[in-house]
């Protein structure tokens, strides 16, 4: 089992910066694979940025340059720059646990960012 909770979404202007960390309690040292997704007013939930555990990391294109994903044991940051108001959304951390009796995916209650003009 694991929990997940989401830390640091506000309100920023347009060209400003936002860190957002997600925190993993449980059987933290199952996890395999940790993600960002958003979801705007609206429109589907979208995958922004992915980690492995060995560090290989995936943007969305239209993320691609402005946002960085890393990991540290149980936390998760994404860190934001160059904001847009397209980046307003309700952010949300995955993850995936593996374990000999199969994978299991976890989600966190979200977390909104908002980017004002």
């Known amino acids: 089992q694991v929990q997940l909770v989401e830390s640091g979404g506000g309100l920023v202007q347009a060209g400003g910066s936002l860190r957002l960390s997600c925190a993993a309690t449980g059987s933290i040292f199952s996890i395999n694979t940790m993600a960002w997704y958003r979801q705007a007013p609206g429109k589907q939930r979208e995958l922004v940025a992915a980690?492995?555990?060995?560090?290989s990391t995936n943007y969305a294109d239209t993320v691609k340059g402005r946002f960085a994903i890393s990991r540290n044991n149980a936390k998760m940051y994404l860190q934001m720059n160059s904001l847009r108001p397209e980046d307003t959304a309700v952010y949300y951390c995955?993850?995936?646990?593996?374990?000999?009796?199969?994978?299991?995916?976890?989600w966190g209650q979200g977390t909104q960012v908002t980017v004002s003009l």
């Open positions: 995955n993850a995936i646990r593996t374990t000999a009796l199969g994978s299991y995916n976890y």
């Open positions: 980690i492995t555990s060995d560090g």
